[in-house]
């Protein structure tokens, strides 16, 4: 693994990188600011004067930044979509990506359909995409989703409480707000039903998904210490 794309590590992440480094791949770097600091070179010279071995603070320097590449997408404050990047650094071969994309099948339980364009490829699953893209220093695995069923749930029901609202302003002008009454009942029961049905359903799933990311992610970037990703078929 090499320097090559210039990241500095600021002083909380020198401490992370260098206790995982001591640890071994047992342990990898937890997730902390970035700022100015150290180069990964300058942190392996650092490692050499106190008997840590280049590799191993390079492995912990690339755990840290596939821990940190998570993103989340809400609506209404829910994770309906979740996201991870990791720069790999090296080029990944043609075997390599067949691979991976085995291993997408098993961890999500889907087969999906592979595309390639160029130096572009990507194996997609309804909402779920996971893109490798070519970079100055090699490629870049992204992993995206969207929970499209309980997104379409929670719109539907947000619909559903407009109806019954539109129901009670046209009653009331007329003095049938009593009669409407059930109507609106109607609509509050199946909105409120609709929404927190999708609600309900997001953060297990959203905590799935970014557990399942973060493994993949590791499979392939710290090939040596991946751990196997958890199962799971909600796309």
């Known amino acids: 693994m090499s320097d090559t794309n210039g990241r500095r590590y600021d002083d909380k992440e020198m401490a992370a990188i260098f206790r995982a480094a001591a640890d071994g791949p047992q342990r990898t770097a937890s997730d902390v600011p970035r700022d100015e600091g150290l180069t990964l070179a300058e942190l392996q010279s650092i490692g ?33 979509g979740v996201a991870r990047t990791v720069n790999l650094n090296r080029r990944l071969s043609d075997d390599e990506w067949e691979r991976l994309v085995v ?12 595309r390639s364009e160029g130096s572009f490829r990507q194996w997609t699953n309804g909402n779920l995409q996971v893109l490798l893209e070519p970079t100055e220093s090699g490629h870049r ?7 499209g069923a309980a997104m379409g749930s929670i719109r539907t029901g947000m619909f ?3 109806m019954s609202a539109i129901v009670a302003l046209s009653a009331a002008p007329g003095g049938h707000l009593l009669k409407a009454i059930p109507g609106i009942a109607f ?19 959203a905590r799935l998904r970014q557990r399942q990311m973060q493994a993949l992610a590791e499979q392939v970037a710290l090939p040596a210490s991946a751990p196997a990703g958890p199962g799971g078929h909600d796309v």
């Open 160 to 162: 559903a409480l407009g």
């Open 48 to 80: 050499r004067e106190v008997g840590l071995a280049p590799e191993a603070i390079a492995r912990a320097a690339l755990a840290l930044d596939v821990r940190g590449g998570a993103e989340s997408r809400t609506m209404f404050g829910l994770p309906i």
């Open 103 to 114: 291993q997408f099948r098993e961890v999500f339980g889907a087969r999906g359909t592979m």
């Open 141 to 147: 695995l992204r992993f995206r989703t969207l929970h």
């Open 187 to 205: 609509f509050l029961l199946i909105g409120a039903g609709m929404i927190a049905n999708g609600a309900m359903r997001l953060p297990r799933w």
